[in-house]
């Protein structure tokens, strides 16, 4: 059973003085093909969202309904992701972490706390890393679903250009159907080309 993530650490922060705490995720770092993509989220302290996971755990229904109330309820959204020319020249790592400080940049309000994922940004912020903070903190969490949907919803425009790779069904994770069309098809444009199994595909 997944965990419930609470607000644990935002009302510790809000105690301390913080007014504006923004959580961060990314979506989008084991696929094979296509973006990263990262969401930054600012939840209101006097209204609680219910029902927030980590994406992974949501059904599709789930998330986007979720996604909607996160949009509407929150102080402030915002996405930003980076293409898979990008992951290839800088690495999947950075390229993560770049759409995440992008996704920060583009809140509408600027946040005195960031808590994010797994790993710290280049910030002059405070800022607390959480390993998998999308399962014990709920900004992380809200932010992890708008990620998500956001990739999942890119993922599909590509599958309507690229119909026989499936994209719809896999969104671009190494799954034996994905597999499957790469060995009948190769990659196509937005195939990571630095991923150890495309590497391999193009050797040959």
Same mark, same amino acid.
């Given at each position: 059973?997944? =965990?419930?993530?609470?607000? *644990?650490?935002?009302?510790? @922060?809000?105690? %301390?003085?913080? #007014? /504006?705490?923004?959580?961060?995720?990314?979506?989008?770092?084991?696929?094979?093909?296509?973006?990263?993509?990262?969401?930054?989220?600012?939840?209101?302290?006097?209204?609680?969202?219910?029902?927030?996971?980590?994406?992974?755990?949501?059904?599709?229904?789930?998330?986007?309904?979720?996604?909607?109330?996160?949009?509407?309820?929150?102080?402030?959204?915002?996405?930003?992701?980076?293409?898979?020319?990008?992951?290839?020249?800088?690495? =999947?790592?950075?390229?993560? *972490?770049?759409?995440?400080? @992008?996704?920060? %940049?583009?809140? #509408? /309000?600027?946040?005195?706390?960031?808590?994010?994922?797994?790993?710290?940004?280049?910030?002059?912020?405070?800022?607390?890393?959480?390993?998998?903070?999308?399962?014990?903190?709920?900004?992380?969490?809200?932010?992890?679903?708008?990620?998500?949907?956001?990739?999942?919803?890119?993922?599909?425009?590509?599958?309507?250009?690229?119909?026989?790779?499936?994209?719809?069904?896999?969104?671009?994770?190494?799954?034996?159907?994905?597999?499957?069309?790469?060995?009948?098809?190769?990659?196509?444009?937005?195939?990571?080309?630095?991923?150890?199994? /495309?590497?391999?595909?193009?050797?040959?």
């Amino acid at each position: 059973m997944p =965990i419930c993530p609470s607000l *644990k650490y935002e009302k510790n @922060l809000w105690e %301390k003085g913080y #007014k /504006i705490i923004a959580g961060v995720d990314e979506s989008g770092c084991g696929p094979w093909a296509g973006p990263v993509v990262a969401a930054a989220v600012i939840l209101p302290p006097d209204k609680r969202i219910n029902k927030i996971r980590d994406s992974k755990y949501l059904s599709f229904q789930k998330r986007e309904t979720l996604y909607q109330k996160i949009k509407k309820e929150a102080l402030a959204v915002s996405v930003a992701s980076v293409e898979v020319e990008e992951i290839d020249k800088i690495g =999947i790592r950075r390229a993560s *972490k770049k759409a995440m400080e @992008l996704a920060v %940049k583009k809140l #509408k /309000i600027k946040p005195d706390f960031i808590l994010v994922d797994a790993w710290l940004l280049a910030f002059d912020l405070p800022q607390k890393a959480l390993i998998k903070g999308d399962q014990l903190c709920l900004s992380i969490a809200a932010a992890s679903i708008i990620a998500k949907v956001e990739r999942d919803r890119l993922m599909l425009f590509w599958h309507r250009k690229y119909p026989q790779y499936h994209f719809d069904q896999h969104k671009g994770y190494g799954t034996s159907l994905h597999q499957k069309m790469l060995k009948r098809y190769g990659p196509c444009v937005i195939h990571r080309r630095s991923f150890a199994p /495309i590497k391999k595909l193009l050797s040959k």
